[in-house]
């Protein structure tokens, strides 16, 4: 009689398969340096939740309270930059390699669906003649017949809509009719990066009508 073969037990102390939870930890839970971090940050931010700036004692205090904020945060990004940059990388490699040959198809595609789009424009422009001309006529049966027929053949999938968009083609007319009144404010922007650049150097010289320079106290932080 043959031996059975028995199956050798497993040691109590064998390591258990890894937690699902812990094996779908982002990359970010799992950087080095990045719990210590976020212990200081969470002391940092219950430490200064609710300042009261009252006193010069306070205002010391509060003043090295910044410092130690761009500190934490320049350590922070000292930690995580390198991080990012290397999977930057690894994304911009693979985002070429993908526009490499997106490209290539892009400019076929759409240049297939650009002769899809002239021959269904091109074909729904004559039924729309032939119906106008049947209802001049007074043959209204007859129009609604061309009306009903497709005019381009039924392919499952595809289908044609019309989207509009505005475009300004004389700015000048078009700011008129706001500052008439014609069109609400809300039809035209103002350039903030504009208006910034002016009022930084012109300052209390600034002058643009509806307009106006404003000045704001920040704080800088040498480290």
Known sequence: MAKQKLAPKKPADSPKKPNRAIAKRSEAEIIAGLPALRKRADALIAKWQDPKIESAESFESAGVGVKDFVSLRKDLKATIYPVVAEAKKRYDTARKAYNTVDDILDD???????????????????????????????????????AAKAYTPDVEGLSFRDVWHGEVVDFKAYLTAVL????????????????????RAEHESFAVPGAKAVKETITGVRT
Do not use: C, F, T
């Not at 240049?111 to 003649?129: C, F, S, T």
């Not at 008439?180 to 009022?199: F, I, T, Y």
């Open 108 to 146: 076929a595609e759409n240049a297939l669906r650009q002769g899809l789009i002239a021959y269904e424009v091109k074909h729904r422009k004559a039924q729309e003649i032939r119906v106008e001309k049947a209802l001049a006529s007074g043959k209204d049966e007859k129009a609604a017949s061309i």
């Open 180 to 199: 008439d009144g014609r069109l609400p404010p809300e039809a035209v922007e103002a350039s903030a990066s504009w208006l910034n650049a002016k009022a």
